[in-house]
């Protein structure tokens, strides 16, 4: 049965009438359009799917939509600001910190939620932070790399 789910989706209040229970991983791909959020596994493991709510790092692969009710929703869509990327979008741009590309967007949620709560990880805290997503293409070391200068940005120093 379809109900009327509202919640802020990248700044913006929205509403959608839909069946609740529906993943918002396939609601934010089908209904709003917004493909930067990728389907990996589709259990939760890989990370390709993850989104900011409320300002913490969430598969939305496993999250029913009516889950997400009254709260604030971010894609890798809504992270550039007027034209601007991101910190963490333009760090993972100037460390080269991905090759095919994919799963890019879910790093880079997840470093942006590990950023929101501590903006002077320590190397292993970035490791740590990073852990739970997956690439197969080797870049973690880049990717490393591009958490430490976007949390150097992000604290006021370039």
Known sequence: MEETISFQLNGKKTEVRIDPGQTLLWVLRNHFRLTGTKFGCGVGFCGSCTVLID???VRSCTLAVGN???KKVVTIEGLAKNGKLHPV??????HDALQCGYCTPGMIMSATGLLMKNLSP???EI???MEDNLCRCGAHIRIIE???TAAKEMKGGK
Do not use: L
Not at 89 to 94: N, S
């Open 55 to 57: 300002k913490e790092p």
């Open 122 to 124: 320590t190397r292993q």
């Open 68 to 70: 997400v009710a009254g």
């Open 89 to 94: 979008q333009k760090a993972f741009v100037e």
């Open 127 to 129: 490791i740590d932070g």
């Open 146 to 148: 591009a958490v430490q």
